[in-house]
């Protein structure tokens, strides 16, 4: 098999991408583990841990077993492991989550109107 130079192209934009999408990720779960005084490792490492192992989470589910069903299972999956890796409980996960997607639509929102373009196809 032979990979052409526009493949070995388009595979790094999907890379890059990839990693801009997991900081914009981190930096809203890490504003919304702050709201949770005793929630732990809430240093930018370990929330960019977590993000990736969310990502690669819903990555794996929505590529074996794609639907509805795999999505849930995967968001319990992601909750447990909010829960577990930052002591906040399972639902302290749910509202983490629900806070992260709040902040992420708002400032999708203010930057959208101010750079007059749609940040939400972002998410």
Sequence with gaps: MIIKLADIGAIMIELILYLIALLIITIFMKIALGFFSKAKHTEFGQVFLTTFLMILILFLFDWFWPGILGLIIALILIWVLISARHHTGFLGAILITIIAIIL????????????????IILF
């Design 104 to 119: 992420y639509i708002v400032v999708a929102i203010i930057l959208g109107m101010l750079l007059d373009v749609s940040l």
